[in-house]
């Protein structure tokens, strides 16, 4: 299974290798967005592969109306990216993986998609009950449990994040991982020197990845993770 994931910076690689690529669609399984890219970037990639993106929004998404998709910019007025999948709504299953997300940064100011450490606590808390259902159900169907894909903005605490107040990861995520035990957690925010630094932490048995700018990340069918920004079938 092969990800692409994108996040906080538009890469001039990466559109001119998707745009150029016929088989660009069909190497991903996945395209997912860390956020803080614009929608017009996140439609492109959605249209060249002919793939959904599943996303969440990043602290700075608000200040780009998704109305300028069509030349006409407009006050911030929603979150909904046209065609896309929003993974902070509720956990979504496909293709024998779950996944969910949490939105945006700390709060230091009063922009939208900023959260206090409480804030955020509630939003794991409610997308907890609802992996928890999930999981019920496999049981009750006895199936075997999914592998758990958590994206976010923001990285966990102490786990890939800044110093600073707006750069700060979120505790509660650090829990969060403790009670579901995700097998990938994908984060931007933090931002590394270019798309070819690879910076990872792990937290448990969960592999956390920065993907500033865009990564590719392959896993195999034994759980086997591998980072990487090579585009292209090997």
Known sequence: MKILAVSDKKSVFLENYITSSLKAGMEFDFIISCGDLSPRYLMMLADSTNQIIYYVNGNHNAEESYNCLHG????????????????????????KYILCGFPGSMRYNNEPFQYSESEMKKKTSRMLRKIRMIRILEKLKKQTGRPLIVVSHAPPFNLGDGQDIPHRGFACFQSFIEKTKPLLWLHGHTHLSSFAEIRTESCGGTK????????????????????NYVLGEK
């Open 208 to 227: 956390i990845v920065n993907v500033y700018e865009f990564k590719t990340i392959e896993i195999s069918p034994e759980g086997n993770i591998q980072i």
């Open 72 to 95: 006409q910019c407009a006050p911030f007025s929603g979150n909904a990216l046209p065609g896309g999948i929003d993974l902070s709504i509720k956990p979504v299953i496909e293709k």
